[in-house]
């Protein structure tokens, strides 16, 4: 199906799944995005900031989250884009890789 052939529908939606793929791409190239946490901390006026604490320990709970987000999406894109192949790996070569401390994502 040419691009002028393509619903508005899907056009839209293939493009909304590339912004995420990028998003979830520049989160990867972070080398401390596994290591940020957001903590609630009161301040002196019992009012709550949401402050940003970078640890030595990944939040691996995140790591798996955002690999099923990738397989999810990868899923999605090749839907989108019919590159479909029934005989695929159901895993889509996607893995999460956590060495010392940083994070090497590999495809």
Request: aromatic share 4%.
């Amino acid at each position: 199906m040419a691009a002028a052939d393509t619903p508005s529908s899907l056009r839209k939606l293939r493009r909304a799944a590339d912004h995420l793929a990028a998003e979830l791409e520049r989160a990867s190239r972070d080398k401390q995005q596994l290591y940020r946490y957001l903590v609630t901390e009161k301040n002196g006026t019992n009012t709550q900031d949401t402050v940003e604490h970078i640890h030595e320990k990944a939040d691996f709970k995140a790591a798996r989250e955002m690999a099923a987000a990738m397989k999810e999406l990868n899923g999605l894109l090749c839907d989108l884009y019919g590159l479909n192949d029934t005989n695929a790996q159901t895993d889509n070569g996607i893995r999460v890789v956590l060495t010392g401390e940083s994070a090497d994502w590999a495809e």
